[in-house]
């Protein structure tokens, strides 16, 4: 397991912010008459590993002392390898998917209210499309500099 990320700016105005991460997933196992794949009893599941990734541009317009906007424009990209169940491939599971990212971030002392798009470029679980895009909404309290 590991997450890198890296967030900087240019002349305080242009940025970048990145991230690369790597999770891996051990064998569970799964007791009593929980009933998956129309198997009863003892099972042994485990998660396909995951790489992910993000790259983000940003502007920052100072309107007022206390007030931001920060559009933002990137990428996002997801692999992740099927799930098994006993040993044998999930039907459904694994995913590749890279996002074109556009959002904006409404930064007012130390809240952050984003809202920010996502379209896929490709998105597929087993070779079929699985996004038309994603609406995201946050607000975000930062505790410290």
């Known amino acids: 397991l590991f997450l890198v990320n890296y967030n900087g700016t240019f002349q305080k105005r242009f940025g970048l912010s990145s991230?690369?991460?790597y999770s891996t997933s051990t064998r569970r196992r799964i007791e009593?008459?929980?009933k998956i794949n129309g198997n009863l009893g003892d099972e042994e599941y485990r998660f396909g590993n995951r790489i992910q990734s993000q790259a983000d541009f940003f502007y920052?317009?100072?309107?007022y002392n206390n007030f931001r906007i920060i559009p933002i424009l990137g990428t996002?990209?997801?692999y992740s390898q099927v799930?098994?169940?006993n040993g044998d491939a999930v039907e459904g599971t694994g995913r590749t998917f890279l996002y074109l990212d556009a959002g904006v971030d409404f930064v007012y002392q130390d809240f952050i209210f984003r809202t920010s798009f996502q379209k896929p470029l490709i998105d597929?679980?087993?070779n079929q499309l699985y996004s038309t895009g994603n609406i995201n909404l946050a607000l975000i309290y930062n505790f410290g500099e």
């Open 32 to 34: 009593g008459e929980l």
């Open 124 to 126: 597929k679980v087993n």
């Open 83 to 85: 799930d098994e169940q």
């Open 19 to 21: 991230m690369i991460g």
């Open 76 to 78: 996002s990209l997801e």
């Open 60 to 63: 920052i317009i100072g309107l």
